[in-house]
């Protein structure tokens, strides 16, 4: 049911993984910890294990807590593995280095055998666009859930921050407009489209092909699980 059309496109020879790797093991596997999100992102920079500024972006936009269970939610900044029954996270340099490598560009296609919790899965939406294919099988059906209450979550998360910069810049301008006696006229909402991730499409095994999504307004996770089930 998956066609070669659905996987990610780009050429990747062995030698470049087997160099990712070894710098991998050489430098700084597991010293990636921080006590926010940011301080992780800033010690897999430090640590060289992402050197691609769209990578650090997207490592930052996509907040490792909202996908880490909330058994473990106290090491979620932590450079290790975590895992709570079926639902699994590597530690935070594998998927870095795993990313830096794969050199993810707009419009790529992914797809994604054993998703897990969606955390990759997003970083990789963020960085191919919301015109690209994004597809994710995973076993596991509590697993599926997981995903999409996370995925969910940061959504809502990112949308409520681009909300508060529009309101801060709309009220920046109306100051700034009355303070040159414009008045109240012209004052924008913050410029620009909301940096969200696209969405991601989570599929059980069973589910077949997935479908590809755009637009993150149209999401509808859980009504096509249950629609398959």
């Known amino acids: 049911l998956l066609t ?4 990610f496109e780009a050429q990747i020879d062995s030698a470049t993984i087997r160099s990712a790797f070894e710098s991998l093991r050489r430098n700084m596997a597991w010293q990636s910890s921080g006590d926010t999100n ?11 294990v992402i050197t691609s500024p769209r990578v650090l972006d997207a490592f930052r936009v996509v907040d490792r807590a909202f ?7 106290d090491a979620a900044y932590s ?40 955390y990759i899965s997003s970083i990789a939406a963020y960085l191919t666009g919301p015109t690209a294919i994004n597809h994710n099988i995973e076993l596991h059906e509590d697993v599926c859930a997981h995903a999409r209450k996370s995925i ?39 410029g620009g489209s909301m940096t969200a991730m696209a969405v991601v499409e989570v599929m059980g095994a069973g589910w077949g ?17 249950r629609d398959q089930e």
């Open 4 to 7: 070669p059309t659905i996987c």
């Open 38 to 48: 940011d301080e992780m992102v800033d010690q897999m920079q430090a640590f060289g």
């Open 67 to 73: 996908f880490v269970p909330e058994r473990v939610k």
């Open 79 to 118: 450079d290790q593995p975590l895992k709570v029954g079926n639902v699994h996270l590597s530690a935070p340099h594998i998927y870095g280095t795993a990313m830096d490598a794969l050199d993810l560009q707009e419009g790529h296609s992914f797809l994604n055998i054993g998703s897990g919790t969606g």
């Open 152 to 190: 969910d979550s940061l959504n809502a998360h990112l949308a409520n921050r681009q909300r508060e910069r529009e309101q801060r810049a709309a009220a920046a301008e109306k100051a700034r407009l009355a303070q040159s006696g414009g008045g109240e006229g012209g004052a924008g909402g913050g």
């Open 209 to 225: 092909k997935g479908k590809e999504r755009g637009d993150e307004d149209e999401r509808d996770e859980g009504e096509a699980a």
